[in-house]
T-cell receptor, first 115, second 113 residues
Framework: DAGVTQSPTHLIKTRGQQVTLRCSPI?????VSWYQQVLGQGPQFIFQ???????GRGNFPDRFSARQFPNYSSELNVNALLLGDSALYLC??????????????FGPGTRLTVL | GENVEQHPSTLSVQEGDSAVIKCTYS??????FPWYKQELGKRPQLIID?????GEKKDQRIAVTLNKTAKHFSLHITETQPEDSAVYFC????????????FGQGTTLQVKP
């Protein structure tokens, strides 16, 4: 039984470039959330998608965008990269998107380094 | 705004002792409180969670308590072992109709053999 998968594992980009990160949720899960984890801090919520619709957005600039596909996989896009975007990007999978049942399971993350 | 405060930031205990990590949340509408363990270079792993309709939950050596009036919740690990050494994060969620979790800053637990 596969858990949450993310690709790529590591990524190095330069300032101003664009990046796309990918996530596949646990089979049967319909919700994907994206978090940014800067070294030494807790994860910060970026987006949640449920049934291909955005359910929540954190306090991140418009350079960050995401989408969810019919198979419930998701992509996170970041444009015009800044040095401060360097972080571990985590994807979390849950069965539903509602507040009453939101046990979330994390993927291994994508380590993004912006030079 | 929404906030979760976590203390202490570091905790060092002897093997076999107990460890307690405390969190306070600001959004009184929060109703779901998970705890994650993150080892170096690994993903956060859900170790226990509690919902607002109960005050305590146990799973072997770990337990979580919730005081909704005071907006406090705590993680208790008994009979600590070296493999418990990791960073522990508390989180609060469920206040909106989303899966958004607000995380604490993390506690680095070191269990000395």
């Amino acid at each position: 039984d596969a858990g949450v998968t993310q690709s790529p594992t590591h990524l190095i980009k330069t300032r101003g470039q664009q990046v796309t990160l990918r996530c596949s949720p646990i089979s049967g899960h319909k919700s994907v959330s994206w978090y940014q984890q800067v070294l030494g801090q807790g994860p910060q919520f970026i987006f949640q998608y449920y049934e291909k619709e955005e359910r929540g957005r954190g306090n991140f600039p418009d350079r960050f965008s995401a989408r969810q596909f019919p198979n419930y996989s998701s992509e996170l896009n970041v444009n015009a990269l800044l040095l401060g975007d360097s972080a571990l990007y985590l994807c979390a999978s849950s069965y539903t998107g509602t507040g009453g049942y939101n046990e979330q399971f994390f993927g291994p993350g994508t380590r993004l380094t912006v030079l | 705004g929404e906030n979760v405060e976590q203390h202490p930031s570091t905790l060092s205990v002897q093997e076999g002792d107990s460890a307690v990590i405390k969190c306070t949340y600001s959004d009184s509408a929060s109703n779901y409180f998970p705890w994650y363990k993150q080892e170096l270079g690994k993903r956060p792993q859900l170790i226990i969670d509690i919902r607002s309709n109960v005050g305590e939950k146990k799973d072997q050596r770990i337990a979580v308590t919730l005081n909704k009036t005071a907006k406090h919740f705590s993680l208790h690990i008994t009979e600590t072992q070296p493999e418990d050494s990791a960073v522990y994060f508390c989180a609060a969620g469920g206040s909106s109709n989303t899966g958004k979790l607000i995380f604490g800053q993390g506690t680095t637990l070191q269990v000395k053999p």
